[in-house]
């Protein structure tokens, strides 16, 4: 086995699989792929604060500033200011619309990617992506960046991490 041309053909293949999955998923939202990443966030994390949200997709503050202005101008996020300095964002019903439609997008860009794999080889397949996975963790960051489009009702026994695992 040639460990180089596997990492070759990985890296081809992942930077492949990322631009499609975030391209089709921002599409599908009407949205860039930071918009895309904050949707998905704030679905399954309702009320987190703007600088929360900006380190789980990683985005400097004022770049989250901005994508958030954006993404309430447009309808989709709203601010809640519960008391005290902090401030909450939700998502609209359009914003749950257009987050359930780019996960929708999402599953089924990766699910073609699998298609000219058979049933065993995708088993086969699904150990060695949990061992890469759970080796690219390096710290709570890491996981939320890692599963910041992951639709977390599909994905019951997560390898990343814990905080990563379902709804909230």
Same mark, same amino acid.
């Given at each position: 086995?040639?460990?180089?041309?596997?990492?070759?053909?990985?890296?081809?293949?992942?930077?492949?699989?990322?631009?499609?999955?975030?391209?089709?998923?921002?599409?599908?939202?009407?949205?860039? %792929?930071?918009?895309?990443?904050? @949707?998905? %966030?704030? @679905?399954?994390?309702?009320?987190?604060?703007? %600088?929360?949200?900006?380190?789980?997709?990683?985005?400097?503050?004022?770049? +989250?500033?901005?994508?958030?202005?954006?993404?309430?101008?447009?309808?989709?996020?709203?601010?809640?200011?519960?008391?005290?300095?902090?401030?909450?964002?939700?998502?609209?019903?359009?914003?749950? %619309?257009?987050?359930?439609?780019?996960?929708?997008?999402?599953?089924?860009?990766?699910?073609?990617?699998?298609?000219?794999? +058979?049933?065993?080889?995708?088993?086969?397949?699904?150990?060695?992506?949990?061992? @890469?996975?759970?080796?690219?963790?390096?710290?709570?960051?890491?996981?939320?960046?890692?599963?910041?489009?992951?639709?977390?009702?599909?994905?019951?026994?997560?390898?990343?991490?814990?905080?990563?695992?379902?709804?909230?």
């Amino acid at each position: 086995m040639n460990r180089s041309r596997v990492a070759n053909l990985l890296g081809a293949g992942a930077l492949a699989v990322a631009e499609r999955v975030s391209g089709e998923a921002a599409r599908a939202a009407g949205v860039s %792929t930071s918009g895309a990443a904050a @949707l998905s %966030t704030l @679905l399954v994390e309702p009320g987190i604060g703007g %600088t929360e949200l900006g380190a789980r997709i990683g985005l400097s503050q004022p770049a +989250t500033a901005r994508m958030l202005d954006t993404l309430i101008a447009a309808g989709l996020v709203e601010r809640h200011h519960p008391g005290g300095r902090g401030v909450r964002l939700t998502l609209t019903a359009a914003g749950r %619309t257009r987050a359930e439609a780019l996960l929708e997008a999402r599953s089924q860009v990766l699910l073609e990617l699998l298609e000219p794999l +058979t049933d065993d080889q995708v088993r086969a397949f699904a150990p060695a992506l949990e061992a @890469l996975l759970a080796g690219l963790v390096e710290d709570r960051r890491s996981e939320y960046l890692l599963c910041r489009l992951c639709d977390r009702q599909v994905c019951t026994r997560c390898p990343v991490g814990e905080e990563c695992r379902g709804y909230g």
